[in-house]
């Protein structure tokens, strides 16, 4: 018996790199962060307003590659990462993605 990784017509391939995305069925890999995306920087973004939490997304985030109703597909790499460090989990990632949600960003 052998199994092989199918990828569905409409999905990107899986690369070896990166984070898997923790949304309902989202395929995809979250790319290393881009130099400057940080959490803390990510953090900053985010009590500082709006316009800088938009700022910060405009520059960072490759939400194109997550599935149109991925909870998290606004949400830039860095946060993706840190949510997978020592001591973070899903529900890390979740609080991150209602922030954004109260500053008027609808996720899902």
């Known amino acids: 018996m052998s199994t092989e990784a199918t990828i569905l017509p409409g999905f990107p391939p899986l690369s070896g790199k990166g984070a898997d995305c ?5 395929p995809i890999k979250v790319a290393k962060p881009l130099k400057g995306d ?17 700022a910060h997304l405009q520059q960072f985030n490759a939400h194109v590659q997550h599935k149109n109703d991925c909870r998290f597909r606004n949400l830039p790499p860095s946060v993706h990462h840190w949510a997978r460090s020592r001591g973070k989990g899903y529900d890390d990632l979740v609080r991150e993605a209602e922030r954004l949600e109260s500053m008027g960003y609808h996720l899902s």
């Open 38 to 54: 940080t959490i803390e920087a990510w953090h900053t973004a985010l009590e500082n307003g709006q316009e800088s939490a938009a």
């Open 22 to 26: 923790r949304g309902r069925n989202c």
